[in-house]
């Protein structure tokens, strides 16, 4: 009860003061050189800021820009460094700084990631036959991230005999990798490597012969599967299989049962995989030939395939199976039903049951398919969760593992045995000082002006009353049929300790709801995944759980879209908006297909080069509806590597922002000159960023500190 009455206590100092940000700087001003951007069939637009895109990045009068840009940030946001240095050490000291992951078993090795105190970056490591063997660090990233402002390695992978490493790092954050191989008997790391790929590594059985995914140095996009022969120059790797269509991306990867190498290919909308035995990976053989709108990926055990598909109508997926050596579509029979109310999102095979991760009612859950054909639901405990499959290694086993998490309960990972019943709790996140008893989650459903029903995820701390006075953060995606689950965030501890409430509203453009929930938010359908953020605002106003004038919104990359077109549709609506590395210049991104990722996306957004998407695009587009009018405080973060969201789209955006906003709340723009779209490597620096960009929106909502506990 006391702690009760002292957090209602922290409510009610809690106000709308003004904000303490030095808004008496001057803020950039970039020069305007007027440049029109032709479509195909002829339409134009003037576009002043065109001229700060450089793709070599080298541009004296750019870097001067976004090095005014920081200087800018830096100075309005500094009365803020007191509580973002607060914040920042808050989320560190949640952290348990010696952690490591669960050990998982594969070819007689233990595998599990540690960190050390004070560390920032991971060690990778195994040991033999059980955990109490000595440990072998496979990798010390700490060690080879010294001297790099950016450091990520993005795949690693152990050869069939257990001798040889390798592992694709990258030190610029462009996510272009560079291949290294090592054998761990002798510690020697060989000559061999390959720049240029995508965190894709395979090796074959004869453990000489890696596969790799190579990416075109103008687009990203991964566009031939080679071979690499050790001891032979990467300059004569052969070809293994080149995509042509410019909207298919691919990798490569080995089946569960470790017998087959795919090649998977696919478009947001169709998909084709060739296997070849992984014994003798020479002639791959396409399991079925590319069909538009048709979906499907694969997995082998025993003598047989299974197939996730979307075919013959199948919108949520069902499971099918086919015999070694299918080659068409005939040869597939039916083995899970599709279902209107489920959506089949993933599975996993064993020699006893298959697991297979699925959502209803928009939330996840696993049911479990024996042998001989018994089917069971892994249970859960909260109204609002995510269920998700863990590291399953190994297929000859009664044992499945997988996660259970919430927004108040830390990730979990359990071990179920699927005979007995028994269930093993190998380990919970470790957040230190944090109490799950003293937090509520609730799953609300809001009701969009179309009518359809927009299932929303609220978190806040006990003793919070829906009065209509609180400070409201919400949170969305919404795009690429990515669906948004409340999952436990360590960092919005500190936000719901000084009583505000965090929001995840899961609207059409992921897959929450199936299939059909991310077709009504994509293509033209668009509009939906705004107008859906926005109701949910208005929804959980009117419920009493946020002051109208005291709401947020943060998004990011798509989600950072989505917060571009709510600023032009409902600024009022918004004290402040964060936007992460947006994508907010559609319609010339779109219109150019040299552009890293672009050509993949048309099956998302449209190709404006046909007439009827570009006049839908431009419609939303944030960069081309920004208006004169009043705008919220909006922070506005990219890197200058990204190269998914190119830095001068918030460049662009932000410029003109500037020119036409007639409000005098801050807007800023943080670039990160060292990192691309995933921001700062290393798992404290990257909460550097979280805490300024917090401190900005408790400064903007009046969000006071919370009372003594």
Known sequence: MKTSLLFAAA?????????????????????????????????????????????????????????????????????????QEKLYSE??????????S???????YWYYTRFETGQDYPIHARRKGTMDGPEEVLLDVNAMAKGHDFFNVGEW?????????????????????????????????????????APELVWADDNKTLFYAENDP????????????????????????????ESFFMGVSRTGDDKFICIDTGSHVSGETRCAPAADPVEFTVLAPRQRDVEYNVDHIGDHWVIRTNADGAENFKLMTAPDGASTRAEWKEWVAHRDDVFIERFELFDGFTAIS?????????????????????????????????????????????????????????????RTGERRLLKQQPVLGYDPALYVT?????????????PVSV??????????????????????????????????????????????????????????????????NKKNSFTDFIDVTDFLVEQGYAAKDRVAAHGGSAGGLLMGAISNMAPGKYRAIVSQVPFVDVTTTMLDPSIPLTTNEYDEWGNPEQKKFYDYIVTYSPYDNISKQAYPAIFVGTGLWDSQVQYWEPAKYVAKLRDENTGTLPLVFRINMEAGHGGKSGRFRRYRETAEYYAFVLDQLGVTEPAAK
């Open 11 to 83: 409510l009610l100092m809690t106000t709308s003061s003004s904000s303490a940000l030095a808004l008496d700087a001057t803020a950039p001003d970039v020069a305007r050189k007027p440049h029109e951007v032709k479509a195909p069939f002829g339409a134009t637009r003037n576009d002043d800021y065109y001229w700060l895109r450089d793709d070599e990045r080298k541009d004296p009068a750019m870097l001067a820009y976004l090095a005014a840009e920081n200087a800018y940030a830096d100075t309005v946001l500094a009365p803020t460094k007191p509580l």
């Open 91 to 100: 989320i560190v000291a949640r952290i348990k700084q010696d952690d490591s």
């Open 102 to 108: 669960v050990p998982y078993r594969e070819r007689g």
């Open 157 to 197: 992978a152990v050869s069939q005999d257990n001798r040889l490493l390798a592992w694709a790092e990258d030190a610029v954050g462009r996510r272009q990798y560079v291949v290294h191989v090592r054998n761990l008997e002798t510690g020697e790391t060989y000559a061999d490597t390959v720049a240029g790929v």
């Open 218 to 245: 103008e687009t990203l996009r991964t566009v031939r599967i080679k071979k690499h022969l050790l001891g032979t120059p990467v300059a004569d790797d052969p070809l293994v299989y080149e995509e042509k269509d």
């Open 358 to 418: 699925e959502r209803s009612d928009a939330l996840e859950r696993i049911r479990l398919v024996k042998a001989d054909g018994a089917e069971e639901y892994v249970k859960s405990d909260e109204p609002a969760y995510s269920m998700g499959l863990e590291i399953n290694s190994e297929h000859d086993t009664p044992w499945l593992r997988y996660d259970y998490t919430s927004m108040t309960t830390p990730t979990t990972v359990y071990e179920l045995n699927t």
């Open 442 to 454: 609730e799953r609300l459903w809001a009701t969009a002006r179309d009518g359809t029903r927009i």
């Open 459 to 524: 978190v806040y701390r006990k003793g919070f009353e829906k009065n209509g006075k609180g400070a409201l953060l919400q949170y969305a995606y919404g795009s690429y049929g990515h669906s948004t689950d409340p999952t436990f965030n360590l960092t919005n501890v500190s936000l719901l300790d000084r009583g505000m409430v965090y929001a995840i509203a899961h609207i059409r453009g992921g897959q929450e709801l199936g299939r059909k929930w991310y077709d009504d938010g994509k293509l033209l």
